[in-house]
């Protein structure tokens, strides 16, 4: 079993749409979760840092479920912009696991 | 300010060859990282190193493969005897501090190796 398991992609959907992604982690002693986003060909860059308590930025709502070992990520209002492989990570003392990732595409 | 930096870009390599690839963090990090991205793959952590030393060692796929950092700045992977199986990204990351948890780590653009 991977570390850390994502929905498999890829997301189609049109511009405006509300989605969501889920990843689980299967190591209860992780310490900090994250959403980074990788772009085609390039770099993963970090989205944003899941807490607790829930977390949300602009369009964008983290919430981690530590019970459960469960993460979420929910994307309102879908620009096209958004279209890129958004990635659940978590980190575990000097080292970040990454999950496979989830590929969105926001169509016009 | 300048980002992390690799060196090369692109790599195309014969089997059994030996690679140098080249990270170059961001000023003032005193903790780097190297993962690897398969075609289709998440993220595969590979060694991470806080100042000069390496308390992490255990993705490293084989005996082939080693990395060292120097003066707390520039770090080499290399890839002795290539094998097809390590054709990837090979990306490089680096934060303030060897803390994970807490520390934002940024990362270069890859070097794309290809092992033919």
């Known amino acids: 079993r991977k570390e850390v398991e994502q929905d498999p992609g890829p997301f189609n959907v049109p511009e405006g749409a509300t989605v969501a992604f889920n990843c689980t982690y299967s190591n209860s002693a992780s310490q900090s979760f994250f959403w980074y986003r990788q772009d085609c060909r390039k770099e993963p860059k970090l989205l944003m840092s899941?807490?607790?308590s829930g977390n949300e930025d602009g369009r964008f709502t983290a919430q981690l479920n530590r019970a459960s070992q469960y993460i979420s990520l929910l994307i309102r209002d879908s620009k096209l912009s958004d279209s890129a492989t958004y990635l659940c990570?978590?980190?575990?003392?000097?080292?970040?696991?990454f999950g496979q990732g989830t590929e969105l595409s926001v169509k016009p | 300010g300048a980002g992390v930096s690799q060196s090369p870009s692109n790599k195309v390599t014969e089997k059994g060859k030996d690679v140098e690839l080249r990270c170059d963090p961001i000023s003032g990090h005193t903790a780097l990282y190297w993962y690897r991205q398969s075609l289709g793959q998440g993220l595969e952590f590979l060694i991470y190193?806080?100042?000069?030393?390496?308390?992490?060692k255990s993705g490293l796929p084989s005996d082939r493969f080693s990395a060292e950092r120097t003066g707390g700045s520039v770090s080499t992977l290399t890839i002795q005897r290539t094998q097809q199986e390590d054709s990837a990204v090979y990306l490089c990351?680096?934060?303030?501090?060897?803390?994970?948890?807490?520390?934002?780590?940024?990362f270069g653009p890859g070097t794309r190796l290809t092992v033919t």
């Open positions: 190193f806080q100042g000069n030393s390496a308390p992490d």
């Open positions: 990570v978590v980190a575990q003392g000097g080292k970040l696991i």
């Open positions: 990351a680096s934060s303030l501090v060897g803390d994970a948890t807490s520390y934002e780590q940024y």
């Open positions: 899941v807490y607790s």
